[in-house]
């Protein structure tokens, strides 16, 4: 795997999810949900959920293609890291949006947002397994870690709702 895989997956996730969302709040005239706590809270469900059914994924995907532990590892770790973080910040970002409307530097959210789950997950990750957490332990709590992460970038950089 060479250094520029993780970014086309990066993009490969988050493009559609981002011009989708785009699309849908440039034809729609009121956000559902002004901003405030509940609305912090669905994106931090939201940011969860997709971490929680994403990793599930991966676990079923690594143990349908691989042959022992150390296999089982190897091809969960790798495809942890092509797929969870974008996808997980995908789905942080478009919850946000979809709830309250487009934000001011919505582009630059995502991109925290992507960024922040890749750094959680790998410093999760990386003291897990220096611990000898099980698999399942150390992916579990990457999946936390960049969820958690990546919806607190999210909330951060995102900004005021646009005016119309």
Partial sequence: ?????????????CGPAFFAVSRVLERRSFAPLV??????????????????SITAQIGCFAAAFSSG????????????FLAAPPGIAAATFCTGELLSGASERGEAALAAAVVAAYAAG????GAALGARLTSGASLGGAAAASALASAAAYLCVRGATRAR
């Fill in 35 to 52: 901003r405030g706590s509940l609305e912090r809270c669905c994106v931090l469900l939201g940011a969860g959920l997709a971490a929680g």
């Fill in 1 to 13: 795997m060479d250094a520029l895989t993780p970014a086309a997956c990066a993009l490969a996730s």
């Fill in 69 to 80: 532990e150390d296999a089982f590892e190897a091809v969960a770790f790798r495809a942890f």
């Fill in 122 to 125: 790998l410093l999760v990750l």
